[in-house]
Each structure stands twice: as structure tokens, then as C-alpha cells.
């Protein structure tokens, strides 16, 4: 597996994360160690953009319905 494709398969999951996590889970199984090593970087970046989303738009909606933002104080 070239560099190229490794660079690809890691911006796709960042910018697509569902992609990362099924080609981490598929490629985790495989033989070649090459793959299961992007596979599992690939899963990592997958979850790993998933949760700090997750955590992002909790703290921005936590943050836009705070009484203290309502009433300007």
C-alpha cells in the first residue's frame, strides 16, 4: 500500500468517519499486516473524530440554552 492511498484512506476518515470505522473493522482482520495497521489507524480516527463531534455539539447546545446566555447577564 502506497503512501498516497494511506493519506487518502486517513482523510476519508476524518472527513467521512462511518468510512474509517468500517474499513478499520474490515481491515483489522485481514493478514497483511500493512492493512491491519492502517485499519486500526483508520478505526482509531474514525471514533475518535466521532466522539470529539459528539463532544463538540453537546457543549454548543449545552452553551446556546444556558439561562445565563437568555437573560444577558
Known amino acids: 500500500m502506497s503512501g498516497g492511498q494511506k493519506a487518502l484512506y486517513y482523510i476519508l476518515s476524518i472527513l467521512i468517519p462511518i468510512v474509517g470505522i468500517i474499513?478499520?473493522?474490515i481491515w483489522m482482520n485481514d493478514q497483511d499486516p500493512e492493512k491491519k495497521a492502517v485499519g486500526k489507524t483508520c478505526l482509531i480516527i474514525g471514533i475518535?473524530?466521532?466522539v470529539l463531534s459528539c463532544i463538540c455539539w453537546f457543549a454548543l447546545s449545552a452553551?446556546?440554552?444556558s439561562p445565563?446566555?437568555?437573560t444577558g447577564y
Open 23 to 25: 474499513l478499520g473493522i
Open 48 to 50: 475518535g473524530i466521532t
Open 63 to 65: 452553551l446556546s440554552f
Open 68 to 70: 445565563a446566555f437568555m
